[in-house]
């Protein structure tokens, strides 16, 4: 039987997240809309053959049986069961353990994650957890690098995160400036959408055939076309572990051994150096975060999260509980959305 499915999104890293589910959900015979909360989403990222709703009233006359959220939050007068599929890996990152009573399943994406999520699902008793992995890295280890710069040097791909008490910009600038100018390394930077525009700029003004800042939802061939990453607490930090490559961060909010992490920016030298010849230990400790991070390298994860949704649909939540009412946080979305029916 046919279902209807919506994709809610409100910024543009949500077309690599969800696309990978789009195509499950197409193959099985389903139906999938889109619709964009906010005014973040750039709306030229569509193809002609998605459908786009556009109000509220659409989706509300859709009718979808169930939504994907890479977001944090989803008014309950969207009809149809919320599932959060989560707009990164980064579970160290604050908020990432909040529940905010919007949300009937949450599709987890390994251990380390699914344990605390299990927790929490015993304590609140209105929504079911299932691991499934992550839709977006079911293209992760099939996307080809891309040539960037036409020599062969090491690249470094530095992306830091946004949030102004863990973001790495501000203490990294000068030195990544003068690695730059020494020409040993070619280096890509993308930054979160959320970046402040300040740091941007500053970035921007650094100028160098070595040296690129790169503006796309396309990340996947960013990671498998760098040799390192350079980042702090960043969500982006689990994806390339998982491809076995030295991560080194500043300031991480809970380093472990698969990190090479400074506390001084003066140390970035000496530290894509150490991550140029990786030793034993290292490369282990990378492969069991990974492991632990997200076991599920088999391309499915995609079809994990619809079977679970399915299995929902036909024989309910295993939760023994219906969710809050969230009267207040609804009435600010309605305000939002500007839908008062």
């Not at 193959?27 to 989403?41: L, P, R, S, T, Y």
Request: glycine share 4%; hydrophobic share 35%; net charge positive.
């Amino acid at each position: 039987m046919s279902q209807k499915y919506l994709f809610y999104i409100s910024q543009n890293y949500s077309f690599e997240i969800l696309r990978p589910l789009q195509t499950e959900i197409q193959k099985c015979g389903h139906d999938i809309a889109w619709f964009c909360q906010g005014k973040e989403v750039n709306q030229a990222n569509f193809t002609e053959s998605e459908v786009v709703l556009k109000t509220v009233s659409e989706v509300v006359k859709y009718n979808p049986e169930a939504c994907f959220v890479p977001g944090n939050i989803i008014p309950n007068f969207i009809p149809g069961i919320k599932v959060q599929v989560f707009h990164g890996l980064e579970w160290k990152k604050k908020g990432h353990f909040v529940i905010r009573d919007c949300f009937d399943l949450y599709c987890t994406h390994g251990r380390a994650t699914t344990l605390r999520f299990n927790e929490l699902a015993r304590k609140h008793k209105n929504f079911d957890v299932k691991e499934t992995g992550w839709p977006k890295l079911d293209n992760l280890f099939t996307t080809p690098p891309k040539k960037f710069f036409d020599n062969n040097k090491v690249t470094l791909l530095y992306a830091p995160t946004f949030s102004p008490s863990l973001t790495s910009a501000p203490d990294l600038l000068s030195g990544i400036k003068e690695l730059v100018a020494q020409n040993k390394y070619n280096w890509l930077v993308k930054f979160h959408p959320k970046m402040n525009r300040d740091f941007i700029n500053e970035y921007k003004a650094i100028v160098a055939d070595n040296y690129k800042i790169i503006d796309t939802s396309n990340i996947n061939e960013l990671l498998q076309s760098a040799d390192i990453m350079i980042s702090d607490t960043s969500s982006v930090i689990g994806e390339f572990s998982l491809l076995g490559k030295p991560v080194i961060t500043l300031n991480n909010s809970n380093p472990g051994s698969y990190l090479i992490n400074l506390t001084q920016a003066n140390e970035l030298p000496h530290a894509i150096e150490q991550a140029l010849v990786p030793s034993a230990k290292l490369l282990k400790a990378i492969r069991h975060y990974a492991d632990d991070l997200h076991p599920h390298n088999d391309g499915k994860s995609s079809s994990r999260i619809l079977n679970s949704v399915e299995e929902i649909l036909i024989n309910g939540k295993a939760a023994v509980k219906s969710l809050p009412r969230n009267l207040f946080r609804n009435l600010k979305q309605r305000k939002n959305l500007k839908y008062w029916q």
